[in-house]
C-alpha cells in the first residue's frame, strides 16, 4: 500500500488550506491513520489521528483550527486546516499502521508502518 498526500502549498496567516491523502495499492483494513508534520530543524510531530471510525485525536496546537476527516470508500483522508499560523509551517506527511493502536499512542509515530512522501506547506504574514 501506498500513500500519496497532496494539497500543500502557499498561504498566508489565517487562511485555509486542505490536504488529502489516498491510499492506493491494496487494502486497508480498518487502518488507523494519522498526519503528521516536519518543519525546518525540528523533529516530526503530531498533528492528528483516528482509529477505524472512531474518535479523533488532535495534538493541542491544532485543536479547533484542523479537522480531520475520513472517506473510506475512497481510501481517503483529509486535514481542513484553518486559522493558519506561522508555525503550521511544515513537511506533512500522512501515515497509516493496519495494526491497533491504543488512543494515548495515536500521536507516536513509531506507531506507524506506511508512510506517505509528504507535502509542504508554507504559510507568510
Known amino acids: 500500500v501506498q500513500l500519496q498526500a497532496s494539497g500543500g502549498g502557499s498561504e498566508q496567516a489565517g487562511g485555509s488550506l486542505r490536504l488529502s491523502c489516498v491510499a492506493s495499492?491494496?487494502?486497508?483494513?480498518?487502518?488507523?491513520m494519522g498526519w503528521f508534520r516536519q518543519a525546518p530543524g525540528k523533529e516530526r510531530e503530531f498533528v492528528a489521528a483516528s482509529r477505524w471510525r472512531n474518535s479523533i485525536r488532535y495534538a493541542d496546537s491544532v485543536k479547533g483550527r484542523f479537522t480531520m476527516s475520513s472517506d473510506y470508500a475512497k481510501n481517503t483522508i483529509y486535514l481542513q486546516m484553518n486559522g493558519l499560523k506561522l508555525e503550521d509551517a511544515a513537511v506533512y506527511y500522512c501515515?497509516?499502521?493496519?495494526?491497533?493502536?491504543?488512543?494515548?499512542?495515536?500521536?507516536?509515530?513509531?506507531?506507524?508502518?506506511?508512510w506517505g512522501q509528504g507535502t509542504l506547506v508554507t504559510v507568510s504574514s
Open positions: 501515515a497509516a499502521t493496519r495494526r491497533g493502536i491504543i488512543y494515548s499512542q495515536l500521536s507516536s509515530e513509531y506507531e506507524y508502518d506506511i
Open positions: 495499492g491494496g487494502t486497508l483494513d480498518r487502518p488507523t
